[in-house]
């Protein structure tokens, strides 16, 4: 692809975010890359029973990755928060517009890797939405690169968020007997070497402990439980034994 394809790629009547957002998320310029991204989340939360009337909170929403993947299927709404104000602002131009049931806000959560300027804390951010207002809750790479209490404090909300039922897929590094063999052997594709004081989870970087966290299986199964949250399905990733990026993903119901 050219410098100029990057700067204007083709109109092909898909909406797709601009190139340095693009290589920003997913390390390319390339529209092929976000396209199967987009298509592979969709099909990863409808095989998880994600359904068109579904009511959907997309937290770490990005530049729209899943939000353009629903937009022909999805009809009970759709809310994405993201950190990240330039892709919250370009979903708020060029999604909402054209499609009023699809929502973006920004948080300025303070975070030392993606928002060192954030001013909100996130073990104390309150998602703006009434309790159980949604059947859906997505979170990609999200608590990969949070700390204990700002996950525990997330766990709640989506609690509190949740309809009856409702379910949450999110992704995690997780930190078992055998991942953690496979860490301390240095096959993983980051290192996670540096131990957090909690013991609850790993950093790969003490200077930025938000770049890339694991977290003990342990104790993500246990704040599930306390906020009432079942653990309904874990497909397992195999970032622990290879370069691969690929994360565990954890689906759970609202009991």
Same mark, same amino acid.
């Not at 592979?40 to 993947?69: K, M, Y």
């Not at 897929?169 to 980051?190: H, K, P």
């Given at each position: 692809?050219t410098?100029?394809?990057?700067?204007?790629?083709?109109?092909?009547?898909?909406?797709? @975010?601009?190139?340095?957002?693009r290589?920003?998320y997913? &390390?390319?310029?390339?529209l092929?890359?976000?396209?199967?991204? /987009?298509?592979g989340?969709?099909?990863?939360?409808?095989?998880?029973?994600?359904? @068109?009337?579904?009511?959907?909170l997309?937290?770490?929403s990005g530049?729209?990755?899943?939000a353009?993947? =629903?937009?022909?299927?999805?009809? &009970?709404g759709?809310?994405?928060?993201?950190i990240?104000?330039?892709?919250?602002?370009?979903?708020q131009?060029?999604?909402?517009?054209?499609?009023?049931?699809f929502?973006?806000?920004? $948080? *300025?959560?303070? %975070?030392?890797?993606y928002?060192?300027?954030g001013?909100?804390?996130?073990?104390?951010y309150?998602?703006?939405?009434?309790?159980? /207002?949604? *059947?859906?809750?997505? =979170?990609a790479? +999200?608590?990969? !690169?949070?700390?204990?209490?700002?996950v525990?404090?997330?766990?709640?909300?989506i609690s509190?968020?949740?309809?009856p &039922?409702?379910?949450?897929?999110?992704?995690?590094?997780?930190?078992?007997?055998?991942?953690r $063999?496979?860490?301390?052997?240095?096959?993983?594709?980051? %290192?996670?070497?540096?131990?957090?004081? /909690?013991?609850?989870c790993? =950093? !790969? *970087?003490?200077? +930025?402990?938000?770049?890339?966290?694991?977290f003990?299986?342990?104790?993500?199964?246990?704040? !599930?439980?306390r906020?009432?949250?079942?653990?309904?399905?874990v497909?397992? #990733?195999?970032w622990?034994? #290879?370069? $691969?990026?690929?994360?565990? =993903?954890?689906?759970?119901?609202?009991?």
């Amino acid at each position: 692809m050219t410098l100029v394809e990057h700067l204007n790629p083709p109109q092909d009547g898909v909406l797709v @975010p601009p190139a340095h957002l693009r290589a920003y998320y997913y &390390g390319t310029f390339k529209l092929e890359t976000f396209r199967r991204a /987009s298509a592979g989340l969709r099909g990863e939360l409808l095989s998880r029973g994600l359904r @068109p009337e579904h009511r959907v909170l997309d937290i770490g929403s990005g530049i729209g990755t899943l939000a353009l993947g =629903l937009i022909d299927y999805l009809s &009970g709404g759709y809310d994405g928060v993201d950190i990240h104000r330039e892709a919250v602002t370009w979903c708020q131009r060029n999604i909402t517009p054209a499609n009023p049931a699809f929502r973006f806000a920004h $948080a *300025d959560l303070v %975070s030392r890797a993606y928002n060192p300027r954030g001013v909100i804390p996130a073990a104390s951010y309150r998602f703006p939405f009434a309790d159980r /207002s949604f *059947d859906y809750i997505f =979170l990609a790479s +999200v608590f990969t !690169h949070m700390l204990p209490d700002d996950v525990v404090h997330y766990v709640e909300e989506i609690s509190r968020l949740l309809t009856p &039922g409702g379910v949450c897929v999110a992704s995690y590094f997780l930190l078992n007997d055998e991942t953690r $063999a496979g860490v301390d052997r240095g096959e993983s594709f980051m %290192s996670f070497r540096v131990s957090h004081p /909690s013991g609850v989870c790993r =950093l !790969h *970087d003490v200077s +930025v402990p938000e770049a890339a966290i694991a977290f003990e299986e342990s104790f993500i199964r246990n704040i !599930h439980m306390r906020a009432g949250l079942k653990i309904a399905d874990v497909r397992r #990733g195999f970032w622990w034994k #290879g370069t $691969a990026h690929d994360q565990d =993903l954890l689906t759970v119901v609202a009991e």
